[in-house]
C-alpha cells in the first residue's frame, strides 16, 4: 500500500512561484515513474508532468519551459517547481505513483491577484 502526501500549495500573485512536494510512505517499491496532474473547479483532471525512474521529464504543453519536475529517490519524494503562475494554472494539484496507481489527497494552488 502507497500512501502520498502532497504539500506546497497555497495563494500566489500571477507570475509568482510555487514549490509543491509528494512524500511517499508505506510498503511499495519506490522505484516507480511520478507525476503530477491538476483538475480545475469544473473541469476533468489533466496530465502536467512525468518523471521515470532514470529522471527522464515529460510536460503538458501548457506548463512546459514554466514547470519542473524532479525527485529525490532517497527521501522518497517528488517535486514540482511552478514558475510565472498564472491565473489558470489554479487548480488542486495530485501527485500520482504510476506502479501502483496510488494517489495523494491533492494541494490547492491558487493563482490570484
Known amino acids: 500500500q502507497v500512501q502520498l502526501v502532497e504539500s506546497g500549495g497555497g495563494l500566489v500573485q500571477p507570475g509568482g512561484s510555487l514549490r509543491l512536494s509528494c512524500a511517499a510512505s508505506g510498503s511499495f517499491e519506490s522505484l516507480s515513474d511520478m507525476g503530477w496532474h491538476r483538475q480545475a473547479p469544473g473541469k476533468q483532471r489533466e496530465w502536467v508532468a512525468r518523471i521515470t525512474v532514470a529522471g527522464t521529464t515529460y510536460y503538458a504543453d501548457s506548463v512546459k519551459d514554466r514547470f519542473t519536475i524532479s525527485r529525490d529517490n532517497a527521501k522518497k519524494t517528488v517535486y514540482l517547481q511552478m514558475n510565472t503562475l498564472k491565473p489558470e494554472d489554479t487548480a488542486v494539484y495530485y501527485c500520482?505513483?504510476?506502479?501502483?496507481?496510488?494517489w495523494g489527497q491533492g494541494t490547492q494552488v491558487t493563482v490570484s491577484s
Open positions: 500520482y505513483n504510476y506502479q501502483s496507481r496510488a
